[in-house]
């Protein structure tokens, strides 16, 4: 039985891979997240009465209180995903993403370097520090440009994905100098249950149903590559376990789409579960709005690497994968996504000092 911590685990990946841990496997999980935003113990519901999922309500940049917890936990993988991760808020306030995405990774590589050098020998060889990170740091490519692979250059082009950058390097930094063992990931565009509806496909999903405009930049031309969170999940656990120290792996779901394919597919997908009363399709409500300054146009990802060394690769398609999505979202409307949209779900959070779920 392995011990994990999952920073950010109440967020929407960090859920995901907690249930998968719980739910998949017979090991541990101590969830992390100072409950900003986007945090959300209603995500962690279908895993709150295992005995083997803890909850601690602790910020990152709490180095004290993260290298005590460490030490009473005994983790033998920390899976860092706490981060802030909008772009657009990126914009409005990149303040938030310096002091989580850059100045958090730092303090827990100070706490989780402390608690690794007091280990017994066995102990420290078994020991990973797996940081996950984005696409978005190497930039954009064009329509003809080869996917990007682990050797990529960084170029990042917004506030959130330059400060992605800033920490992908500290951790690398830290395995290299004091020669703690860390792994890093970058995924592509995650989408599925639970995610905060503020991001593109729970956006459209929701406005569709109450028939408003399904806003979309510029001319939607632009490309992402979408994977499944639970296919996410799923490869960040394989890493963790199986992956070797110092390496960078790629996560991707091989679906790149066009943001406008995208939002038509949501659509015609809600056409075939929820269709509207009219007879019409919702893509008659698609609006296109001004895009956002320094929007990337194309992201790809290459995984050969993950498939080649650790057998992994995505187990959905976008078809499958979003039909499963729509439907979670239909399921949920009048529950977990109506406390989210009230903001009813923050009034449910813990106190300081967190508590076993």
């Known amino acids: 039985m392995k011990r994990f911590i999952v920073t950010g685990g109440a967020g929407f990946i960090g859920s995901a891979l907690c249930r998968y841990i719980i739910g998949e496997t017979p090991d541990q999980v101590c969830v992390i997240d100072k409950l900003s935003y986007a945090g959300n113990l209603e995500n962690l519901a279908p895993v709150a009465g295992s005995e083997r999922c803890r909850f601690e309500k602790l910020d990152i940049n709490d180095r004290t209180a ?22 657009d808020r990126s914009i409005d306030a990149p303040d938030d993403f310096i002091q989580s995405n ?7 590589l100070e706490a989780a370097r402390s608690y690794w050098a ?16 984005t696409d978005e740091v190497f930039g954009d490519l064009t329509p003809d440009d080869p996917a990007f692979c682990e050797s990529n250059a960084y170029l990042p082009s917004s506030p959130y994905s330059a400060s992605k950058a ?10 290299r100098t004091f020669g703690l ?20 496909i729970p956006l459209v999903i929701l406005r569709a149903l109450k028939l408003e405009t399904l806003p979309v930049y510029g001319d939607g031309s632009q490309i992402r590559d979408w994977l499944y969170v639970e296919d996410h999940a799923r490869a960040l656990y394989r890493v963790a376990t199986q992956g070797l120290p110092g390496e960078t792996y790629n996560i991707g779901g091989e679906s790149e789409m066009t943001n406008l394919a995208v939002v038509r597919a949501i659509c015609a997908e809600l056409d075939k579960q929820m269709p509207r009363c009219d007879g ?21 990802m290459n995984i050969e690497k993950i498939r080649r060394q650790l057998a992994w ?3 959905e398609s976008f078809a499958s994968g979003m039909a499963k999505t729509v439907a979670w979202y239909l399921r949920e409307r009048n529950l977990w996504c109506k406390n989210v949209l009230s903001g009813e779900y923050k009034m449910s959070r813990l106190g300081s000092g967190g508590k076993e779920l």
């Not at 993260?66 to 772009?87: G, K, N, Q, W």
């Not at 800033?166 to 395995?175: C, E, I, K, N």
């Open 181 to 200: 063992p860390v792994l890093v990931t970058n995924c592509s565009n995650n989408y599925g249950p639970y995610q905060f509806p503020e991001k593109l």
């Open 280 to 300: 019409k399709s919702y893509s008659e409500q698609i609006t296109f709005v001004s895009d956002r300054p320094g929007h990337d146009r194309r992201y790809a």
């Open 313 to 315: 690769q995505p187990q």
């Open 102 to 108: 850059i100045v958090g990774t730092y303090n827990l």
């Open 66 to 87: 993260i290298t005590a917890l460490m030490r009473e936990y005994c983790p033998d993988f920390i899976i860092h995903l706490a981060a802030e991760s909008h772009v």
């Open 118 to 133: 007091d280990l017994p020998e066995l102990q420290r060889s078994l020991f990973r520090f797996h940081h996950v990170s």
């Open 166 to 175: 800033a920490s992908d390097h500290l951790v690398r930094a830290w395995g």
